[in-house]
């Protein structure tokens, strides 16, 4: 055994420990602020995540920004609309399906959720686009989202990404809410050279700040909380941290969105760590 690296190890994550226990005490006692670690600390911080395998291919923020609740709500839409958008010619048949319905005619089929999600499916797309490339994709997605319901005013575009299983393009956009992301809020359409075969729309409205400004968790912090949780103890690069707010969908009309630390790893692993109490959002 390699007793000098063993104890190097064991020295560095009770140096660790000592930080994350600060850290949680300011965050109970000064429940308006932002916990920043100092130089020394965060060298610590990022020592210790080297030596556990893992880089940075981005710059973190020292803190981040303390902010209350979201309010958030669904969408409301008329679904006689919504049919007539996707299908102007009418509908072949209606199947109930569990928490929705679905709208099919021919081999085309629209699939409306009781929590507002969207889905929308074209196996007859004959659109000949000769030269596709990003920039056209991107084009051709934002012609068919403003004929079919136009674009949320908190939607922001996110990607344009090559899939190479269609040949085609991901476009999606995601609810941004005064410079924050809204997890788990998006539109995102697959583009081929036959035109958009694939739109899905499941888009939180946000309301408002609700409560209290309150205190966050260093991205730092987060950080750890993910290698602590990955699966995989292999050695990974961290794409992008970004702060934001993070929500399932509920049966309800308006509910509480937190404020998360979103962790992206090179592997294309996404995790939401809650920027209030450094627990991860499943």
Known sequence: MDWKRAIWILVVSFFVLNIVLVANLFIKTMPGESFKLEEDQQKALMTYLESRGIKFETQ?????????????GRESSDQEKLVEMFFSEGVERVEKIEGGEKFISGRRQLILMESGSVIFEDGEATEEVPELNGERALQIAEKFVKDHGGLPEHAKLNYVRYEPKTGGYVVEYVGNYRGFFVA?????????????????????????FEGKRRHVIPPLTAVMKVDAERKSNSPTVVKKVEQGFYSQFYNAERWLAAPVWKVELESGEIYYVNAYTGELER
């Open 60 to 72: 973190l923020p020292d803190k981040g920004v303390a902010v209350p609740f979201l309010e958030v």
């Open 184 to 208: 788990n809020s998006y539109i995102r359409l697959l583009v081929t050279r036959s035109g958009v075969v694939r739109f899905e729309r499941n888009f939180l409205k946000p309301i408002g």
